[in-house]
């Protein structure tokens, strides 16, 4: 952790140095041997990080993480201070500042704590020369040798599992074998990936061991790559690997050998022989590529077998077409069961008394072998008899992860992935511990959090949110994010923590008073702390007056209201150097004026609250880059939020009652809002005026737009803007009123190359065509079009490229749609609702080869199942949503021998329902 806020504090010193020299006066050199020294020490970090088990280095490492934070305290209390005129452009109103009494007071002392830190730094950077000459020469070898056996400790537990122990591993097992053992003559590689702990060395021990593989390759080795990879020693292992097996001694001229060499020597030994080769635990694509090297591709049918926690070694590794990536998934409730059962019980039967319990505390191992094998171990030693002590276990899960002993093992399983992490990517997954367990994780909502606090380090040319979601897709190709939900065109909803790994990294937060949780059973933390999530939390208030040094507040749960409770108690503390503020749900009907004095905050979430105004102080939070009014009350913004110049994401849109269904609820906005050029985010702005929809075409850098209650009249200067928009990615339009159209159909053509999303809400004459024309489209959703029959509609969208998801709702009017040959090839999900005049459904043969999902509703003159349905050989879900009774009654009741239970019998799901009491209610055919 130490190198991450390291890494982001130096950072920041740059850029301080780069645009407030002025401001700096006579501290700027203070400020350079700060930046410099931490450099000096960024590189010994990670090493000295990787050894914190010795404790002189774990106070040395305490120290430069508490000088770091310090350091950053000073740097934004600093700006705080003295750049905020100067921010602004204001260079008299900066003179006047800088030589005001107050202000020369805060200077002074700003000062003094500068040239502390830098003695500070200066005392704990000659620790660090002298650390480094002792244990980056005298401990290096020695530590690497421990590292390596405490690995190796590790992996070898999990090849002797006793064979009653194994759950779930036949189907793998027979899978793996029949892609090792097919009878192709070329080098293939088989490649096993999964996260930590689902017992992909288990497995591959079980294939590698199988008589059948044996018997099938001369040459066999295994050599465990892990984090510590040596090139030399690796090689070295495997001539020694292969020379036992025939049972000779290995050439003394291998000792003086170079890389090289080696590499000759290994190609030549294996060019005539069958060898299967198993790589376990491959960390980088550069460790697999220098191994590749080695190995001859002959035509002896050789096979190389690696096991990789990321998705990239995988793929890389298995780039020929015979090769094959394995991924490993956790065990099934069922086959998790019987696994604890055998490992706590050594019996398929758990003690009733136990079951519900046990069953509580085996859900928090979500179908991880090593965790059910170490908790099981914790539990076999508990009395069967005292449920009491089950139920300390489960609500103590978190410490007894971090407590050592038997689930020690599964904890240092994990941390070698956070620990093998980049130093940007460290602070990122340890800012997850601030969501409650099983929470569904916005990934939208996370990235811009990860940006708001500096997490994300910028490049010229690509935008922070690009950047951002590299680091999300990292994480999950390194097995440490789990992926929930996604769209049906693949992009990301929801992520989440395997629970095991958040309780580690909750238990990492909290020892670095980086993110503690306040809950109703824990209130206390230190003042230093950075980040606060608040679970539920009802006592104490009074807490958060002294916590001077936050940088975010989260809370979640939260029932009282917060005006008279925690927020105002809160901000009246003072907490000046807040970035994130995050009030969602919270029961809030104004915004407390404190707010408006956080001059550092960037990210302001009122997301389902209760608030109605927002006052024209928003003006004064000229840094903040996010907010989200999405839920609230807010009709309409305050011409102040114009000074907001660096606003990115502006978030808006009420859930109350509204005039219509058709027209959606959003805000009215100033004019002027094409002030705000860097926007790449505005969702639920009113159309109100033609203005408007003219100055939207100022703001370039959009990415996502969302513009209601359009009128007839506005299409034309709306196209015109989105000449411009060429970055947008997600647009939605919708019309004023019912009866109203959308006018946008002109000689305007707007070309989107990178529109993946659209929406149109509102009568169309036609389909636009420059709609047609989207090679980027994977999702189109037309609402209340009212398309007519003759105007081809299914045709004309049939030759996207891409489209992936496509809803009609109330868009059409003809009696027919017809799915002719060849169109729709990527669409997988099919939404045909609302559609008052439709009778017939007709798939052609090779129309729509790819669709898994496909949904019927409100069609209420349907009496007849699709025809040519028997086309979607690769249908998954076939629902029947508040269709005509007929047509409900005639599925419900197909007999197993009629022609039309025979045209829908290869579709796995099949469910025909309707809409009680706020929820679809129904049956599976």
């Not at 537990?157 to 064979?163: A, D, T």
Request: net charge neutral; charged share 25%; with cysteine.
């Amino acid at each position: 952790m130490a190198e991450s806020v390291v890494g982001i504090l130096i950072i920041q010193l740059s850029t301080l140095l780069s645009q407030e020299i002025t401001l700096l006066g006579g501290l700027k050199s203070d400020v350079q041997f700060i930046k410099d020294e931490l450099e000096s020490m960024k590189a010994f970090l990670r090493e000295a990080e990787a050894k914190e088990d010795n404790s002189e280095l774990r106070v040395w490492l305490k120290q430069v993480r508490e000088v770091a934070y310090d350091t950053e305290d000073v740097l934004d209390d600093f700006t705080f201070h003295f750049a905020r005129g100067y921010m602004d452009g204001f260079y008299g109103k900066v003179r006047k500042i800088y030589n005001s009494i107050k202000n020369l007071k805060a200077r002074h002392q700003i000062s003094l704590e500068i040239k502390a830190i830098k003695a500070r730094v200066g005392e704990i950077s000659e620790r660090h020369r002298r650390y480094q000459s002792q244990y980056g020469t005298q401990e290096r070898g020695f530590s690497s040798s421990r590292q390596a056996n405490a690995d190796f400790d590790t992996r070898a537990q999990s090849l002797f599992i006793e064979e009653a122990q194994l759950v779930g591993i036949d189907k793998p097992k027979a899978e793996l074998i029949s892609k090792i053992l097919d009878d192709h003559s070329q080098l293939k590689v088989v490649s096993i990936v999964g996260m930590g702990g689902l017992g992909k060395t288990t497995l591959l021990k079980k294939v590698y061991d199988d008589a059948a593989v044996k018997k099938q390759f001369q040459s066999h080795a295994w050599i465990t790559v892990s984090q510590t990879f040596q090139f030399s020693d690796i090689i070295k292992n495997l001539i020694q690997q292969l020379y036992n097996e025939i049972r000779r001694p290995v050439p003394r001229r291998v000792e003086s050998m170079d890389d090289i060499m080696l590499s000759e020597f290994v190609r030549d030994f294996l060019r005539e022989r069958r060898y299967i080769l198993v790589l376990d635990d491959v960390w980088s694509i550069d460790a697999w590529e220098a191994i590749k090297c080695v190995l001859p591709d002959c035509t002896t049918a050789s096979r190389v077998v690696l096991t990789t926690r990321i998705a990239d070694v995988a793929s890389a590794s298995c780039l020929g077409s015979l090769d094959f990536v394995y991924k490993m998934e956790p065990l099934s409730d069922k086959e998790s069961w019987t696994l604890f059962c055998n490992r706590t019980f050594q019996s398929n039967d758990c003690p009733p008394n136990l079951e519900e319990v046990a069953k509580k505390i085996l859900k928090k191992c979500e179908g991880l072998p090593l965790a059910i094998v170490a908790i099981g171990g914790v539990l076999a030693l508990k009395d069967n008899e005292k449920t009491h002590e089950w139920e300390m276990i489960l609500h103590g899960f978190g410490g007894e992860a971090d407590g050592g002993g038997k689930l020690d093992r599964i904890k240092r399983v994990l941390l070698l992935s956070y620990n093998d992490l980049p130093h940007y990517l460290k602070s990122c997954l340890l800012y997850l511990s601030i969501y409650p367990e099983d929470y569904p994780i916005g990934v939208d909502d996370i990235l811009l959090k990860w940006i708001a606090l500096g997490f994300v380090e910028e490049k010229e040319r690509i935008t922070s949110t690009d950047i951002a979601m590299s680091y999300m897709k990292e994480l999950i190709n390194r097995s440490l994010i789990q992926v929930k939900s996604t769209w049906t065109d693949g992009k990301l909803i929801t992520c989440g923590l395997h629970d095991f790994l958040r309780e580690i990294i909750v238990s990492k937060s909290k020892e670095q008073d980086f993110t503690p949780v306040a809950t109703r059973y824990y209130t206390r933390w230190s003042e230093k702390v950075r980040h606060l999530a608040i679970h539920n939390f009802t006592d104490n208030p009074q807490e958060f007056s002294s916590l001077k040094c936050l940088r975010s507040v989260v809370i979640f749960g939260y029932e009282d209201p917060l005006t008279t409770t925690i927020l105002s108690k809160f901000l009246s503390g003072d907490p000046k150097l807040l970035k994130v503020l995050d009030l969602d749900g919270a029961e809030l009907d104004n915004i407390p004026k404190h707010v408006f004095k956080l001059f550092h905050l960037k990210y302001l979430n009122l997301n389902g609250t209760g608030v109605k105004i927002i006052p024209k102080s928003i003006g004064k939070l000229q840094n903040l880059e996010v907010i989200d009014l999405r839920g609230t009350n807010v009709t309409e913004l305050p011409a102040e939020i114009l000074n907001l110049r660096k606003l990115r994401s502006l978030l808006l849109g009420g859930l109350g009652d509204y005039s219509n269904d058709y027209a959606v609820w959003g805000c009215k906005c100033p004019l002027g809002i094409g002030k705000l050029i860097c926007l790449e985010e505005l969702y639920g702005i009113e159309a109100d005026s033609d203005k408007i929809a003219r100055e939207v075409g100022n703001l370039t850098q959009l990415r996502l737009l969302v513009i209601t209650k359009l009128r007839r009249e506005d299409g034309k200067e709306l196209l015109s803007s989105l000449l411009r928009l060429t970055n947008l990615r997600e647009l939605a339009i919708s019309c004023i009123k019912e009866d109203e159209s959308l006018d946008l159909q002109h000689s305007v053509f707007p070309k989107l190359g990178f529109l993946t999303r659209l929406c149109l809400k509102g009568r169309l004459e036609r389909v636009p065509q420059w709609v047609t024309s989207l090679q980027s489209l994977r999702t189109l959703l037309l609402f209340n079009s009212r398309l007519r029959e003759n105007e081809n509609v299914i045709g004309s969208l049939g030759h996207l490229p891409n489209l992936i998801a496509l809803g009609l709702h109330g868009a059409y009017e003809g009696e027919t749609i017809c799915f002719k040959v060849g169109g729709f090839q990527k669409l997988q999900r099919l939404e045909l609702m609302q559609l008052k005049r439709l009778k017939w459904v007709r798939v052609e043969e090779e129309s729509m080869p790819s669709l898994r999902s496909l949904q019927l509703g409100d069609c209420k003159l349907m009496q007849e199942l699709p025809s040519g349905i028997q086309n979607l050989t690769r249908l998954q879900f076939l629902r029947f949503l508040d269709m005509s009774d007929e047509l409900m009654h005639k599925v419900q009741n197909l007999d197993k021998q009629s022609v039309d239970y025979q045209t829908i019998s290869h579709i796995p799901q099949v469910f025909t329902g309707h809409w009680i009491n706020g929820r679809w209610e129904g049956k599976f055919l």
